[in-house]
């Protein structure tokens, strides 16, 4: 059995208590507003076949680039721009990271859900700037934090007037150049009542283990993915591309799009079997 958690909606996508899981799904940045638009497209398709829920995933700025020459993307107006043809073409609701308080109010209105990235996770200014806009809060849990400092997170959000915060396991610190999954993290946050996501392809990262940028270990996504969901998780976070050699960022962690139909068959049964009365 696992801890119920508070639910709330994300658009028209309920999260949260004993529902389904939810896929948090796309590209780690927008890379040109047509492919954007064309990944979109065949994540809704394959998520529609899988009957999983999707929230549509793209970062218009990646701040923290391991280096200076790295693509950082299309930036707020231009990246928002895109995403809103994702929102209106697709009705598909948004997911979007921001990095500085200010920007808070203009991702919102394009979002459905802000994310407060790992690095910012206990930054008072980000988090209250999140819950004030409204928009259920999304944090990534900084790989440096133990599971149970995620409660004074949580309480920035819910003193600023928001408690719809959901969190994000992303692994932990491990040495130099690793993480490593802790699977008691997710009934640990679970039980401060926010949904726990579980970002398989953030999980499997080198932080600065490649040359002059983060590298990875794609191969163990579905097996971090499968284990998540069967300890209870409320959603799934996977960062994906049809070329993944070529993605502009974290090209040695993000997932292959053709493999995912098969990964979300078995996630779902596994989800479906943890969260069943028997």
Same mark, same amino acid.
């Given at each position: 059995?696992?801890?119920?958690?508070?639910?709330?909606?994300i658009?028209?996508v309920p999260?949260?208590?004993?529902?389904p899981?939810?896929?948090?799904?796309?590209l780690c940045?927008?890379?040109?507003?047509?492919?954007?638009?064309?990944?979109?497209?065949?994540?809704?398709?394959?998520?529609?076949?899988?009957?999983?829920?999707?929230?549509?995933?793209?970062?218009?700025?990646?701040a923290n680039?391991?280096?200076?020459?790295s693509y950082r993307?299309?930036?707020?107006?231009?990246?928002?721009?895109?995403?809103?043809? +994702? #929102?209106?073409?697709?009705? !598909?609701p948004?997911?979007?990271?921001f &990095?500085?308080?200010?920007?808070?109010p @203009? $991702?919102?209105?394009?979002?459905?859900?802000?994310?407060?990235p790992?690095f910012?996770?206990?930054?008072?200014?980000?988090?209250?700037?999140?819950?004030?806009?409204g928009?259920?809060?999304? +944090? #990534?849990?900084?790989?440096? !934090?133990?599971?149970?400092?995620?409660? &004074?997170?949580?309480?920035?959000?819910? @003193? $600023?007037?928001n408690?719809r915060?959901?969190?994000?396991?992303r692994?932990?610190?491990?040495?130099?150049h690793?993480?490593?999954?802790?699977?008691?993290?997710?009934?640990?946050?679970r039980?401060?009542?926010?949904?726990?996501?579980?970002d398989?392809?953030?999980?499997?990262q080198?932080?600065?283990?490649g040359?002059g940028?983060?590298?990875?270990?794609?191969e163990?996504v579905?097996?971090?993915?499968?284990?998540?969901?069967?300890?209870?998780i409320?959603?799934?976070?996977?960062e994906t591309h049809?070329r993944?050699?070529?993605?502009l960022?974290?090209?040695?962690?993000?997932?292959?799009?053709?493999?995912?139909?098969d990964l979300l068959?078995?996630?779902?049964?596994?989800?479906?079997?943890v969260?069943?009365?028997?």
């Open positions: 059995m696992i801890a119920e958690t508070r639910e709330f909606e658009g028209p999260i949260g208590g004993r529902r899981l939810v896929l948090f799904a796309g940045v927008i890379e040109s507003e047509e492919h954007t638009l064309k990944i979109a497209g065949e994540l809704k398709e394959i998520c529609r076949e899988a009957g999983i829920p999707l929230v549509f995933k793209a970062s218009y700025d990646k680039r391991t280096s200076i020459e993307g299309p930036g707020l107006e231009k990246g928002l721009a895109v995403l809103a043809r +994702v #929102k209106e073409e697709l009705e !598909l948004i997911l979007v990271d &990095h500085h308080p200010d920007q808070a @203009a $991702a919102a209105r394009g979002a459905d859900i802000l994310q407060v790992a910012l996770c206990r930054q008072t200014d980000m988090l209250r700037a999140a819950a004030a806009t928009r259920p809060v999304n +944090v #990534k849990k900084g790989q440096f !934090l133990a599971p149970g400092d995620l409660k &004074h997170v949580i309480e920035k959000c819910s @003193a $600023a007037g408690d915060v959901a969190v994000t396991e692994g932990a610190s491990f040495g130099y690793n993480l490593v999954s802790d699977f008691r993290a997710l009934p640990i946050i039980g401060f009542g926010a949904p726990v996501i579980f398989a392809t953030h999980s499997v080198l932080p600065g283990g040359e940028c983060t590298g990875g270990r794609r163990f579905p097996f971090l993915s499968r284990a998540a969901a069967a300890v209870g409320d959603g799934l976070f996977l049809d993944p050699r070529r993605s960022s974290d090209a040695s962690s993000v997932f292959t799009l053709e493999e995912l139909p068959r078995v996630v779902k049964e596994i989800d479906l079997l969260k069943s009365d028997g």
